[in-house]
């Protein structure tokens, strides 16, 4: 049974580009969690997506920001037309319910030049 | 709303010696209770859980944690620091739709 994946680790990207993140679950896994982490600092809660529905998106900005569970295939997280402040680790997890402990992914670090 | 504290930014502990970090929550029902551990580079990694039961949760690595509900603590604890458990450790919690998480407590120990 893999873990979670993330995919890209490491993105790189010039302001005004799109940058999408791909995030697939455990199997069985049906809730998934994206987080932003600055270096040496927390995560941020950003969206938390049931199989094609978000449940609550509070933590994410209202522009440029989108996230998708399709019923096929991984999350996604869409950031466009990023800036230099986009630039973070972006961290998913997901569990099989909400009592049960989440799994993470390695993260993708996105840097905005 | 929900929210988790973790109040010391870093704890330093001497190799061999009892380590504690602290965690608070807030929370007007029953929540479930995680602590997470994470090495650079990495992402965060499942520690132990509180559900229901006995308020001492035992864990990965040696390491407990003490449910107190009339304190809304959840404390990790290990009776024997290694070097090697120097890391960054999140407290989280989750009720309702949200997965929050405190900011994190540097442990640092030394040899």
């Known amino acids: 049974n893999a873990g979670v994946m993330q995919n890209p680790r490491h993105l790189v990207r010039r302001r005004g580009q799109e940058a999408r993140l791909r995030c697939s679950p455990m199997?069985?896994?049906?809730?998934v969690y994206w987080y932003r982490q600055l270096p040496e600092e927390g995560l941020k809660f950003m969206v938390y997506?049931?199989?094609?529905?978000?449940?609550?998106e509070s933590g994410m900005p209202k522009e440029r920001f989108s996230a998708e569970f399709p019923k096929e295939g991984p999350s996604i997280l869409r950031i466009q037309q990023v800036v230099r402040g986009d630039s973070a680790a972006y961290f998913c997890?997901?569990?099989?319910?909400?009592?049960?402990?989440?799994?993470f992914g390695q993260g993708t670090r996105l840097t905005v030049v | 709303a929900q929210s988790v504290a973790q109040p010391e930014d870093q704890v330093n502990v001497a190799e061999g010696n009892p380590l504690t970090v602290k965690c608070t929550y807030s929370?007007?029902?029953?929540?479930?209770l995680f602590w997470y551990v994470q090495y650079p580079n990495r992402g965060l990694q499942f520690l132990l859980k509180?559900?229901?039961?006995?308020?001492l949760v035992k864990g990965s690595y040696g390491f407990e944690a003490e449910f107190n509900k009339s304190q809304t603590s959840f404390h990790l604890k290990k009776p024997s620091a290694l070097v090697s458990d120097s890391a960054l450790y999140f407290c989280?919690?989750?009720?309702?739709?949200?997965?929050?998480f405190g900011g994190g407590t540097r442990l640092m120990v030394k040899p």
């Open positions: 997890a997901t569990c099989r319910e909400l009592k049960a402990e989440a799994f």
């Open positions: 509180y559900i229901t039961g006995d308020n």
């Open positions: 929370v007007s029902g029953n929540p479930y």
């Open positions: 997506l049931q199989k094609e529905n978000i449940i609550d």
């Open positions: 199997k069985g896994h049906s809730h």
């Open positions: 989280a919690v989750n009720y309702g739709n949200m997965l929050t």
